[in-house]
């Protein structure tokens, strides 16, 4: 009796033992628990079924993505099935950045799942069917450790449609977590990429503007993994300059891979190569404010001149002197004369903004580019700079007229003194106003308003910050004779910049006409001395003006009628480059040339555009330049804007640019050109040449040694075939 | 007299940005398959300086080394890594296996222990370089260990990647596999240009030091 019992225990226990030596379908190993997951044990015979690893990390080890990076290896499984039963291929969740000092790798932390999909025939026998695995996978923190495991799940292959759902631990897994797979690029979505010097440009259109994204390539090899991804938003996607692996070589056909975006939107894409459009430059709110900020800062620095600086500092006596009782109001007195400045601005800006407009209804071409505008300003600025220098004082008679403004009690005695401030103020503000004015011309109503009105809040704000504690007046240096020489050196810059108008002037209209542009600036010295030696007198002042208007008769003259043939440029000794050699500019034409393995040279200009007659004197005609694009075999195309070509127009926008001058190098075998500055040198042009020309050596040494090793391989494998 | 301070100031901030460039550590240079190897130099486990240019005219094997590391003990273990140092060593080729794990980290060894680990495993390098500031690897943008470069007798490299094409940590895993290091000496002693100069490498990320 008692042998039998032993025998039975013994055996019960051997049972129990191959029982437990039966695989399940989770494993915890070093760092990580690892699971084999069904959200439904059945198998229905001639459908789908889902199964998925799991991993469970511990804090800080991660297990890796398809391309795992710099460094690791992604989870193996091999898979034992019944008959009838097919796996697929595993599929990988959008991963993360795994930084490791300066490698980069690309995998999960914390916990992730590996869904596939398992395909059961119809012939696949009814019952239950033990899904059989091996897995292999590479753990890492500091250290890295390869771990495996033999994992098995217990299903059953139905021939008659049934659900039966897993324990609720495991469909809950895969709630969670099948969300993390990347989905398909939506159709209304596209990527393209284009080859750039340092790697590539992928751009994503989503229809929106993307503020962040990352990109994980599929294939390893192609991007410098730890490199850093600038994202710049457009209108409607984002644009990622990714750099390139060292030793990539030739031009990938494709870019397959990951992209995320922000609000953990994951998808797969796969770029063809195609134009990028230039990113939204980052203007917009940011360079408003950064342009309001040096207004701003530049109103305030304006306090500072002559004209300015004495008043504010009389002012802030008197503040200190007023009585207590007026104390409170005397805040109040000083926002009404920050609202007299503010008002004296904005009244200059719609002047000017008026101006714009009836120039361009007008048809007047009021552009900085016109000839005629830029020798106007020119003389402007002379004339000014005459004032600064000291020849004469402008503005006394408005000055005499806006004190009596002035003089008027209470809020509007203070509403004028503010005008009275700008008005004064102009003689000395010439340097800053022409700047502000130049740049507003170029710019939107919106941003001239922003400008002008930060302007004048600075001018503004030291008195309105002396009415509100009047004893900050002690803080304010003495004036004295400083502020003269100020007021003087700020000469120097205003007439080094005529000086370079009229030199741009010369190059393109002549030394003739540039003579004339003189001659008028010795008529307004002339009109300066008159009223410099008879200030505030009437007669004096209206014989100046005659002599004003003679000189703006002799500029415009001299600009339109008496503009000549160009003097010889400086190197007239070498001889300027044949003009034939530019053809007009199509886009078929460059895609022609490039086709034909000629690089494109295409120069955007205008007649209108001075800058542009001037890189063309000056660099693009000269001997040298020209010499460089024969030796490169470069196709020249010119792009006349002149009567405002829209197809032009538009490739100007695809290039990011707005308008003249613009120059586009294209590679022959590269879609992005390069763009050169808008200043142009000799110097500036041979080196792109340069750049291009390494980059074509390289690409087509790279090209040569594929081309050998594939000839070396095909002349094995037809000798083995051979034998 | 405040003028003079002004200018001491700037003085001063200019000379210290200078300085603070040349302290920030160098970024990890790049590579490139053809062009020249960078140059190093270090110490090696004999308390010897040793370069690349003092080995120009040969050929020069890198060895990136972590003895704790499952993808190297593949090779140790199952004594591949010590046969190819052999079979190269004979034929004249300089063999320099670098550690260059930070002190701390998996792989940091002190030359004693590094000398008495080669005899151990019955290793046979040129030299071990103890380049635990990274120094090295970050010249060479060393990835992994194992992790092979293979340096012409010119000093240009003709090969960059992993040892062989199996990137596992099972030692079975060498028998079979196709030796990159083998193809790369064979084809460039021969004469012929290297067929896969340049893979991705695989084993455990290199302990780079701060």
């Known amino acids: ?723 | 007299m405040v003028w003079k301070f002004q200018l001491s100031r700037v003085s001063f901030l200019f000379l210290s940005l200078v300085v603070a460039s040349a302290l920030v550590p160098s970024l990890a240079q790049e590579v490139r398959i053809g062009a020249a190897a960078p140059e190093f130099k270090a110490t090696d486990s004999n308390g010897k300086a040793e370069s690349l240019d003092q080995y120009r005219g040969k050929y020069v094997v890198l060895e990136w080394h972590n003895q704790g590391c499952p993808y190297t003990k593949k090779h140790y273990t199952s004594g591949n890594m010590q046969a190819l140092q052999k079979e190269w060593t004979a034929k004249g080729v300089v063999w320099l296996t670098v550690i260059s794990s930070a002190k701390g980290e998996q792989g940091y060894v002190t030359a004693d222990q590094e000398n008495s680990y080669l005899s151990r495993v019955h290793a046979a390098p040129t030299a071990v370089l103890l380049d635990s500031d990274s120094k090295v690897a970050r010249l060479y943008s060393a990835k992994t260990t194992p992790q092979m470069v293979v340096i012409d007798p010119a000093g240009k490299v003709i090969y960059d990647g992993a040892i062989d094409d199996r990137p596992t940590d099972d030692p079975e895993d060498v028998k079979g596999a196709k030796n990159y290091v083998n193809e790369a000496l064979g084809a460039a002693m021969a004469g012929k240009p290297v067929p896969t100069p340049y893979t991705r490498p695989y084993g455990c990320s290199v302990k780079y030091a701060e």
């Open chain 1, 1 to 723: 009796m008692r042998v039998l019992r032993i025998l039975f225990l013994v055996f019960a226990g051997l049972v129990s033992a191959a029982g437990a030596v039966a695989a399940s379908s989770s494993a915890d190993v070093a760092h990580l628990h690892v699971q084999l997951v069904m959200p439904e044990t059945t198998l229905n015979a001639g459908q789908t079924a889902d199964v998925g690893l799991y991993f469970k990390l511990e804090p800080g080890w991660h297990v890796y993505w398809k391309n795992a990076g710099d460094s690791g290896e992604p989870p193996r499984i091999r898979w034992t099935l019944p008959d009838g039963i097919k796996a697929g291929a595993f599929q990988y969740p959008a991963p993360k950045r795994l930084p490791l000092g300066p490698l980069m790798d690309f995998g999960y932390e914390d916990e992730v799942l590996f869904p596939l999909t398992l395909s059961v025939e119809k012939s696949a026998k009814p019952g239950p069917a033990s899904l059989h695995a091996k897995v292999d996978w590479l753990v890492c923190r500091e250290v890295c450790i390869p771990g495996k495991a033999e994992l098995e799940v217990a299903a059953t292959v139905s021939d008659h449609p049934v659900k039966v759902a897993a324990s609720a631990a495991d469909a809950d897994i895969y709630k969670r977590l099948l969300s993390r797979l990347p989905e398909p690029l939506p159709s209304s979505a596209t990527a393209v990429f284009a080859t750039t010097a340092t790697g590539f440009k992928l751009a994503i259109f989503t229809g929106r503007a993307e503020r962040s994204a990352a990109f994980f390539p599929v294939e390893q090899n192609i991007l410098d993994n730890p490199a850093p991804q600038k994202a710049s938003p457009l209108e409607n996607g984002v644009v990622l300059d990714l750099k390139k692996d060292a030793n990539l070589t030739g031009n990938p056909q494709q870019l397959a891979g990951v992209v995320e975006l922000s609000d953990g939107r994951a998808y797969d894409l796969v770029a063809k190569p195609g134009a990028i459009p230039a990113a939204v430059p980052k203007t917009g709110v940011e360079g408003l404010l950064k342009a309001a900020g040096l207004a701003f800062l530049g109103g305030m620095i304006l306090n500072l001149m002559p004209c300015v600086f004495p008043v504010l500092f009389i002012k802030g006596l008197s503040l200190v002197q007023a009585s207590g009782e007026e104390k409170h109001t005397l805040f109040r007195h000083g926002l009404v004369y920050t609202a007299g400045i503010v008002a004296s601005f904005w009244l200059l800006v719609g002047a000017l903004l008026g101006l714009r407009a009836a120039g361009s209804t007008l048809g007047w071409g009021f552009q900085f580019q016109s000839p005629v505008f830029v020798a106007l300003m020119a003389g402007l600025l002379f004339f000014l700079g005459l004032s600064l220098a000291g020849q004469f004082e402008i503005g006394l008679t408005l000055t005499s007229a806006g004190g009596t403004l002035a003089q008027k009690q209470g809020y509007a005695g203070s509403f004028f003194t503010g005008v009275l401030a700008v008005v004064v103020a102009t003689p000395c503000t010439a340097p800053f106003m022409g700047a502000a004015v130049g740049f507003a011309l170029a710019q939107s109503a919106l941003v001239t308003f922003a400008i002008f009105t930060a302007l004048a809040l600075g001018l503004a704000a030291p008195y309105l910050l002396l009415t509100f504690q009047p004893a900050w007046t002690r803080l304010l240096p003495r004036p004295g004779a400083w502020m003269e020489v100020l007021k003087q050196a700020t000469a120097v810059p205003l007439f080094g910049f005529v000086i370079w108008l009229v030199w741009v002037l010369a190059q393109t209209r002549g030394s003739v006409a540039a003579a004339a542009l003189l001659a008028a600036f010795l008529l307004l010295a002339i009109a300066g001395w008159i009223l410099g030696r008879w200030p505030a007198k009437r007669i004096p002042t209206l014989a100046a003006g005659l002599v004003i208007v003679a000189a703006i008769a002799t500029c415009v003259y001299g600009v339109t009628t008496l503009a000549g043939p160009v003097a010889a440029s400086a190197d007239s000794g070498k001889g300027n480059a044949d003009a034939s050699r530019w053809e007009p500019w199509s886009q078929a034409l460059v895609d022609k040339y490039r086709a034909e393995g000629r690089p494109v040279f295409v120069d955007f200009t205008a007649s209108w555009c001075l800058s542009c007659q001037v890189n063309e004197r000056v660099a693009l005609r000269t001997a040298q330049v020209d010499a460089a694009f024969k030796k490169a075999n470069v196709a020249l195309l010119k792009a006349d804007w002149t009567e405002r070509d829209d197809a032009i127009a538009q490739a100007l926008t695809s290039l990011g640019r707005s308008g003249v001058p613009a120059y586009a190098l294209y590679a022959s075998n590269s879609g992005t050109p390069e763009l050169l500055p808008e200043a142009l040198t000799p110097g500036i042009v041979t080196d792109a040449l340069d750049k291009l020309a390494a980059l074509e050596a390289t690409d087509s040494a790279a090209k040569t040694a594929t081309d050998a090793a594939k000839a070396a391989s095909e002349a094995a494998k037809a000798a083995g075939a051979v034998h």
